[in-house]
């Protein structure tokens, strides 16, 4: 793509947290920048009184900077641009392309009501476009209140998405919207309008569900003399019930996944892959291969669906190629929040910890899954899971258990090779297979019935934390068969 520099923008409403639609949008536009050595902007369009919340704005930046979705420029916010459009609505007026509009919302009302029995279209009747000079001065003199709406021409539109083709619609089926206040204040789709001009914003892309408001756009660009820049409509993201995901349904926010253990580059991926594809197999792409192929022409059209089965095992990959170490930086804090250590016990035993991570990472699709699969390596006192424990700590293990212990006391070097092998020697001696001394020690020492291999867990714990545990389970055993005794 030559010519001008590329300018892209996101423009979120803080009505809301930042949902996955907005990011996916976000990161398209992000990616479209990068790629082409272009300028992502973050405009806020708080315009909306009655809908946006101040203390949203900056929850929605975060989420942003957390998926790695930096800005060149901005945020820009609409509130404190309002003086910039009103020169824009006087030019529509004065040009005749605009006109004011004093129809009482209890008018347009009854005309929309009138429209639909006779099974019209409900659209406005331009009761207002033919007024005199003198009628409008008189109502102006009144101070009677109006909008000022836009002249929509006679024919058709067409335009070339870059995702969907070209794309006509008849004028007559867009009514005269209303484009700003009396006092000039600008309604959404005029002061989106300026702010892309002014903005130098060269291509808009986003949801699907703005193919409408496109039109209405380009007429206000071409009824003020203005080159539109280029539309793009990226695909709505659906839920499993294929409801749009929003934040009127109730759908997660981005910071939501964070806190549920997402890592921000497999979701920034997986995103990605929703609608858009490398017209390849692969999946797993670093953000660095991502804008070297992004390529508008690989977005499909069709609405995906959101499937979180499909994003935590993408999680999955991202976690067992992210080296312990920042894994370890990351389970720190987690495991202190828990309550299952504290820091300054952390800060002396980092290489402990770096061990538990190696040891669950594969079994973790979750970030958080460290934290519900690690509380045994802090601590013994644990409860036993229920079910497992009525059938492995239960009276006929107890010669294992206590074998186990008898053999593990007797060990200098606390090896994986040198427990595997007293295990093994106690099974032969015993004459009983592996699994059946294997499967209680494992709920003894960790109060869990699966995880990472047991003489791993072992070794890891030391001798002495073994020894205690094991005798622990014993006693649990004993105390359980005097209570059903007696």
């Not at 964070?258 to 892959?273: D, K, S, T, V």
């Amino acid at each position: 793509m030559s010519g001008s520099e590329i300018r892209v923008r996101i423009a979120p409403s803080p009505s809301g947290y930042l949902h996955v639609g907005t990011a996916r949008t976000a990161i398209f536009n992000w990616l479209f920048a990068r790629h082409y050595g272009g300028k992502f902007i973050v405009r806020i369009e708080d315009t909306d009184e009655t809908r946006s919340d101040a203390r949203l704005v900056q929850p929605i930046l975060d989420a942003l900077k957390w998926l790695g979705v930096d800005w060149d420029e901005g945020p820009y916010f609409q509130s404190e641009r309002m003086a910039r459009y009103k020169p824009y609505v006087a030019r529509l007026l004065e040009s005749g392309n605009a006109y004011r509009c004093f129809c009482t919302p209890s008018e347009l009302e009854a005309e929309r009501e009138k429209a639909m029995k006779e099974k019209r279209p409900p659209r406005y009747n331009r009761n207002c476009l033919h007024l005199s000079q003198e009628e409008i001065d008189r109502k102006l003199s009144q101070n009677a209140p109006f909008g000022v709406r836009l002249k929509i021409p006679d024919g058709a539109t067409t335009y070339d998405d870059l995702i969907l083709g070209p794309i006509t619609r008849d004028n007559n089926e867009i009514e005269d919207l209303v484009i700003a206040r009396g006092d000039g204040t600008p309604l959404y789709n005029m002061a989106v309008v300026v702010d892309d001009h002014e903005m130098g914003i060269t291509h808009v892309i986003r949801g699907n569900d703005h193919v409408s408001n496109t039109f209405k756009q380009i007429h206000i660009y071409r009824a003020l003399g203005i080159e539109p820049p280029k539309f793009g409509h990226v695909p709505l993201i659906l839920r499993p019930d294929r409801k749009k995901v929003s934040k009127r349904l109730g759908d997660k926010d981005v910071a939501e996944y964070g806190h549920e253990g997402i890592l921000p580059e497999a979701l920034f991926n997986f995103l990605c892959l929703l609608g858009w594809s490398p017209k390849d197999d692969r999946e797993f792409l670093r953000r660095e291969e991502l804008i070297r192929i992004f390529a508008l022409e690989n977005v499909n059209p069709a609405n995906p669906i959101f499937n979180e089965e499909k994003l935590l095992a993408l999680n999955k990959e991202y976690i067992k190629d992210t080296p312990d170490y920042k894994l370890a930086e990351m389970v720190a804090p987690m495991v202190v929040a828990a309550g299952y250590t504290t820091k300054y016990w952390l800060e002396t035993r980092w290489l402990y910890l770096l061990k538990i991570v190696g040891l669950l990472k594969e079994r973790s699709r979750r970030m958080t899954d460290f934290v519900s699969l690690s509380e045994y390596f802090f601590h013994g006192e644990f409860s036993y899971e229920p079910e497992a424990a009525d059938k492995q700590l239960i009276v006929a293990n107890l010669p294992y258990l206590k074998g186990l212990m008898t053999r593990f006391e007797g060990i200098s070097d606390f090896s994986k090779e040198n427990l595997e092998a007293a295990l093994n020697g106690l099974a032969e001696e015993m004459k009983v297979k592996k699994g059946q001394i294997i499967h209680p020690a494992r709920l003894a020492i960790s109060g869990i019935s699966v995880g990472p291999g047991l003489y791993d867990i072992l070794e890891t714990l030391g001798k002495a934390e073994v020894i205690m545990r094991l005798e622990r389970s014993i006693k649990y055993v004993e105390k359980k068969e005097g209570r059903n005794n007696g």
